[in-house]
Every structure is written in C-alpha cells, then in structure tokens.
C-alpha cells in the first residue's frame, strides 16, 4: 500500500521561511514533487525532481524554492524562503510508479503566509 505522509506545512510572515517534508511507502518512484492548490484556483506543480535528479520549477518560485530528494528513503523535501502571501496555498505531495507512472497523493498540508 503507496502511503505519502507530509509535514512541515504552517503559519509564517512574509518573508519567512518554511520546510515541507514528504516520506513515501509501498512502491518504487520515478518523479516526485509538490503541487499545490489555492481557494478557488486549481492545483499546480510547484516542483518535482525526477529519479536521475533533474528537477523543474513553476517560474513564480524560482529562485525562492528548492527541492531535494533523499532516494535511499524515497524522501522528498521543500526548503521555502522569501515566502509570499501568494504562496498561501495546501501543499500536496505527489509521487509517481517508477514504470506505469501512476499518480499517488499526500494528504496535503497548509501554508499559510500574511503578516
């Protein structure tokens, strides 16, 4: 059973800086990242970084984001800085099968950024 568990997610000021952690279970994984999903919009990839260690960045975090992966535990981390309130949003971890590229998803953890 493909099990995601999230942590890291909370409140922070603008400007702050927050770690987003995900542990996944049960199955071997190609491309991992973090989607995220705010009120009233619809999820969209923040980042992901591929087995061989490419990673990609929505533009709007480039620079701010970075991802990493610790692929002897199949961990995935989101380091956060310079956060802005147009990062408020709930964070997913997302994992997909090494060979049939199914999708599996975390929980999902809020990040919430204002003054």
């Known amino acids: 059973q493909v099990q995601l568990a999230e942590s890291g997610g909370g409140f922070v000021q603008p400007g702050g800086s927050l770690r987003l952690s995900c542990a996944a279970s049960g199955s071997i994984f190609g491309v991992m990242g973090w989607y995220r999903q705010a009120p009233g919009k619809q999820r969209e990839l923040v980042a992901d970084n591929t087995s061989g260690g490419s990673t990609n960045y929505k533009d709007s975090v480039k620079g701010r984001f970075t991802i990493s992966r610790d692929s002897a535990n199949n961990t995935i981390y989101l380091q956060m800085n310079s956060l802005k309130p147009e990062d408020t949003a709930i964070y997913y971890c997302?994992?997909?099968?090494?060979?049939?590229?199914?999708?599996?998803w975390g929980q999902g953890t809020w990040v919430t950024v204002a003054s």
């Open positions: 997302n994992a997909k099968n090494m060979w049939s590229g199914a999708p599996y």
